[in-house]
């Protein structure tokens, strides 16, 4: 019985060699691409959105007739990219933690106004974020 010659088997095993180093590459570079459209994405979100800590610009107001509460914030979007579909979570010393959506979007330098109503209670922290940013900023209520 005969076997393969070492050099037919050694240009196999090159060859098998480069394939699996290509495939590789191909991954290689779709990962790292991948990441830097991440890693850009991440780096518009950084600082994009000021919230005024100052009064009047961070109020809680509360109605004894209706015994509920409206929390108002004033957000800037200080990035260059639009910031979508911002939303916020809320978190209360007893009621625990809230999801808001407001489904507005804010340009770059645009400001606003976020209202908040039908709050049982004063608010001990709000979180901000959009659809393309995890985290947009955080403020606990005085």
């Given at each position: 019985?005969k076997?393969?010659?070492p ?9 098998l ?16 691409q ?24 961070l ?6 007739e ?12 200080k ?22 959506d ?22 001990l ?15 606990d209520?005085?």
């Open positions: 019985m076997g393969i010659s050099i037919i088997a050694s240009v196999i095993l090159i060859a060699t480069l394939a699996i180093a290509g495939v590789f590459s191909l991954w290689a570079t779709s990962f790292v991948t990441r830097q459209v991440q890693f850009e994405e991440q780096l518009q979100c950084m600082n994009a959105l000021e919230i005024d800590r100052k009064a009047p610009s109020t809680y107001s509360f109605d004894n209706t015994e509920m509460g409206s929390l108002n914030v004033i957000v800037i979007n990035g260059s990219a639009m910031l979508e579909n911002l939303k916020a979570i809320i978190t209360y010393p007893t009621q625990g933690v809230k999801n808001y407001f489904g507005i979007s804010l340009n770059p330098g645009e400001g606003r106004a976020l209202v908040i109503q039908e709050n049982p209670e004063k608010p922290r709000v979180r901000l974020f959009s659809d393309k940013c995890s985290l947009l900023g955080e403020v209520i005085p």
